[in-house]
């Protein structure tokens, strides 16, 4: 059984970069991005049932990794769709107010209780000591020393 890591929040919000980030503090990890899976469905049906079909894809790549660690990043703009993935951690990136895509802006439920807010793009600001070193020391995900 993998710890599954949701990086989640609007369209250009910074999901990916943190995601690249991320990956490089951990051992064992596989990284899933939502745009590279739905490009391997051919699916960009954004409507509700075609995002909660993504949500499905995302829970199941991470259903089907070996590794101990699997970050995803992906909008999960619908409490289901989060339901669906069930991560262990979730961190919500909260650098927008809105995107380009007002359909999505429209149906996004904030997460209640994320493990993580990040309210900067500043990916560099995630080196040491940071507020990821900070989330990966307080849940024990860093590398043995």
């Known amino acids: 059984m993998n710890t599954r890591i949701l990086i989640m929040g609007l369209p250009g919000a910074g999901k990916t970069?943190?995601?690249q980030e991320l990956?490089?503090?951990l051992d064992s990890v596989e990284w899933f991005n939502a745009d590279i899976v739905r490009n391997?469905?051919?699916d960009w049906d954004f409507s509700e049932v075609g995002r909660l079909r993504q949500a499905h894809r995302m829970a199941n790549s991470a259903n089907q990794s070996s590794c101990?660690?699997?970050v995803v990043d992906f909008i999960a703009p619908l409490i289901e769709m989060r339901v669906i993935f069930?991560?262990?951690y979730t961190i919500l990136m909260d650098t927008?107010?809105?995107s380009k895509y007002n359909d999505t802006d429209k149906i996004f439920e904030k997460p209640k209780n994320p493990n993580?807010?990040?309210t900067s793009k500043n990916a560099e600001g995630w080196?040491?000591?940071s507020a990821l070193k900070a989330f990966l020391e307080q849940h024990y995900l860093t590398r043995p020393v």
């Open 17 to 19: 970069t943190l995601a």
């Open 23 to 25: 990956v490089k503090h």
């Open 40 to 42: 391997l469905h051919q």
């Open 68 to 70: 101990d660690y699997v």
């Open 86 to 88: 069930d991560a262990d």
């Open 96 to 98: 927008i107010k809105e």
């Open 116 to 118: 993580v807010v990040v």
């Open 127 to 129: 080196d040491e000591p």
